[in-house]
């Protein structure tokens, strides 16, 4: 049943580690993002992808790699971590770009990365 | 930056109307107001957008005035699982071509729905 979802859920990792978080939305719809929110709470967009095709790129640094295998999937790719990664990262989808249609943004849970 | 303006926090009892305002003094002719909110520990939830009208759905109604500068979101009965952070956004629909469609989430308003 659930819409958009992200895995893992928490992830708690040394500094210098390479770690992945993986969306995946069962909305059937045609673009994805990710955004991080950080310990004060503001939430920002990284990117976005509309059809696997990279669309939106938020001066992010490139130790971020998204990687879409297929329109139904999102996933990030961080090598490198360091401590200021720590943040709430959400996945969301929309049901397209310049199609006319209504591109409300659907939110998955967030994933807690932690990095000591 | 958000385009956006909201009190930081604001308190309702629960089952009277939360009314919570947004000024964009600064909107332009093709951007939407939207509506998200974000209870603790989860992801944001879409409530409601509209352009020019009045817009009502089974979660809120939305206010806009006639010269669109401000406008407010409307819970007409506060329960207590209503309380959340609300984000009034306001973006370009359909424009991917550069940031203008980013939705960019301020600071919001936290309600708390009280007893």
């Known amino acids: 049943d659930t819409a958009v979802s992200q895995t893992p859920k928490y992830l708690v990792t040394q500094m210098g580690n390479d770690k992945s978080i993986k969306c995946e939305q069962n909305?059937?719809?045609?673009?994805m993002y990710w955004y991080k929110q950080d310990s004060k709470k503001f939430l920002k967009i990284m990117f976005s992808?509309?059809?696997?095709?990279?669309?939106i790129n938020e001066t992010v640094p490139n130790r971020f790699s998204p990687k879409s295998p297929d329109k139904a999937h999102l996933n990030l790719h961080i090598n490198s971590l360091e401590l200021g990664d720590s943040a709430v990262y959400f996945c969301?989808?929309?049901?397209?770009?310049?199609?006319?249609?209504?591109?409300?943004?659907?939110f998955g849970p967030g994933t807690r990365l932690l990095v000591l | 930056d958000a385009k956006t303006t909201q009190p930081t926090s604001m308190d309702c009892a629960e089952g009277r109307a939360a009314n919570l305002p947004c000024n964009h003094s600064?909107?332009?002719?093709?951007?939407?107001v939207y509506w998200y909110r974000q209870i603790h520990s989860q992801g944001p939830q879409y409530i409601i957008h509209?352009?020019?009208n009045n817009e009502t759905n089974e979660m809120a109604s939305l206010i806009i005035t006639e010269d669109r500068k401000s406008s407010t979101l409307i819970l007409p009965h506060a329960t207590l699982r209503d309380t959340a952070v609300y984000y009034c956004?306001?973006?370009?629909?359909?424009?991917?071509?550069?940031?203008?469609?980013?939705?960019?989430f301020g600071k919001g308003t936290k309600l708390s729905v009280k007893p």
């Open positions: 509209g352009l020019k």
């Open positions: 956004i306001v973006r370009v629909e359909g424009n991917y071509g550069g940031s203008q469609g980013n939705l960019i």
């Open positions: 992808y509309n059809n696997k095709e990279l669309i």
């Open positions: 909305l059937g719809h045609d673009t």
């Open positions: 600064t909107i332009s002719g093709n951007e939407y």
């Open positions: 969301a989808s929309s049901q397209g770009w310049a199609s006319g249609i209504q591109e409300t943004q659907y």
